[in-house]
């Protein structure tokens, strides 16, 4: 298996600009997530979907931030309109089934710099 | 609320001695606890977990940890320490209950000394 797929992996874009993130995650695997890393606020988690269907977004940091996932095998995460504070690495995780000890995979993620 | 505290956010070693990375965790159930490794630019990927099924947890890479109820901590240790173990190192926390959120710690970073 390929494991996690995400793109870009980097991003280099202005502020105001709609920034889209993308995630592959591994075939089979029911849960996706999104986090987020910064040097100052660490592993974030934003939002994890559970089989196509968004289950906990109270991470999102705010409007600027939507997630979709429209089949098992792509997401998203969107930015609009992006500002510098946005600037770090996100990354995509997935995990096989339910129960808090299942492994989550992560992918190699993408480093988005907002000017 | 669950929380991971990482004691320590760099450690240096010289290679071929100890290894011991904190970690201490705040759980109001039965936790699950996990320690990860992130390469320079690369994603985080499992060192080892503890699922109640043994205190004593070995992972990959010659990594162990262990768990100890009564100190509420998981600390990790290696033996002896390779130019290859440099890394950011994390702890993270889940919830018994099955919600799928990990809480990681704030990471530690190591560095070996040749």
């Known amino acids: 298996d390929a494991g996690v797929i995400q793109s870009p992996r980097h991003e280099v874009t202005e502020m105001g600009q709609e920034v889209t993130l993308r995630c592959k995650p591994i075939?089979?695997?029911?849960?996706l997530f999104w986090y987020r890393q910064t040097m100052m606020r660490g592993l974030e988690l934003l939002i994890y979907?559970?089989?196509?269907?968004?289950?906990?977004d109270s991470g999102m940091p705010e409007d600027r931030f939507s997630a979709k996932m429209p089949n098992a095998s792509f997401s998203t995460l969107k930015i609009q309109p992006s500002e510098p504070r946005d600037s770090a690495v996100y990354f995509c995780?997935?995990?096989?089934?339910?129960?808090?000890?299942?492994?989550?995979?992560f992918g190699p993620g993408t480093r988005l710099t907002v000017l | 609320a669950q929380s991971v505290t990482q004691l320590g956010s760099h450690v240096s070693v010289s290679e071929g001695a100890l290894v011991l990375l904190r970690c201490n965790y705040s759980s109001s159930v039965p936790p699950y606890l996990f320690w990860y490794v992130q390469y320079p630019n690369q994603g985080l990927q499992l060192l080892l977990k503890y699922t109640s099924a043994a205190t004593l947890v070995k992972g990959i890479n010659g990594f162990e940890a262990e768990f100890k109820k009564s100190e509420t901590s998981f600390h990790l240790t290696k033996p002896s320490a390779h130019m290859s173990d440099a890394a950011e190192y994390f702890c993270?926390?889940?919830?018994?209950?099955?919600?799928?959120?990990?809480?990681f710690g704030q990471g530690t970073r190591l560095t070996i000394n040749p």
């Open positions: 993270a926390v889940s919830d018994y209950q099955g919600a799928q959120k990990l809480v």
């Open positions: 979907f559970n089989n196509n269907v968004p289950i906990d």
């Open positions: 075939s089979g695997h029911d849960y």
């Open positions: 995780a997935s995990s096989l089934r339910a129960g808090g000890y299942n492994e989550q995979f």
